[in-house]
């Protein structure tokens, strides 16, 4: 069973700055891609920024600047590195993991989601 456990997040003032990280765990050949996701009040689930196993990123526009995501590969760890927030940042920051689990090319793959963090911006 593939575990996904985010941590980092909390309150913080406007313009101020949190660090999540999300460890993933498991029976795990390879993890293709790690990405955050976040959902606010109201709001559909959407995507934050996502790092593939190469190292290439994709940002939402609304964080393009802001937001720094990178990975720990040995460590199968991700981390969101939140500059300049935002009262709209304000969601809840889900983890997200795929990759394969065995290694086969058509072996079982996975696609977990952590249980999210709250981050909250105050104005």
């Known amino acids: 069973q593939v575990q996904v456990v985010e941590s980092g997040g909390g309150l913080v003032q406007a313009g101020g700055s949190l660090r999540l990280s999300c460890a993933v765990s498991g029976s795990i050949f390879n993890i293709n891609a790690m990405g955050w996701y976040r959902q606010a009040p109201g709001k559909q689930r959407e995507l934050v920024a996502i790092?593939?196993?190469?190292?290439?990123?994709n940002y939402a526009d609304s964080v393009k600047g802001r937001f720094t995501i990178s990975r720990d590969n040995l460590k199968n760890t991700v981390f969101l590195q939140m500059n300049s927030l935002k009262p709209e940042d304000t969601a809840v920051y889900y983890c997200?993991?795929?990759?394969?689990?065995?290694?086969?090319?058509?072996?079982?793959?996975?696609?977990?989601w952590g249980q999210g963090t709250q981050v909250t911006v105050s104005s």
């Open positions: 997200n993991a795929q990759g394969r689990l065995d290694p086969i090319i058509l072996g079982r793959q996975f696609n977990s």
């Open positions: 790092i593939t196993s190469e190292g290439s990123t």
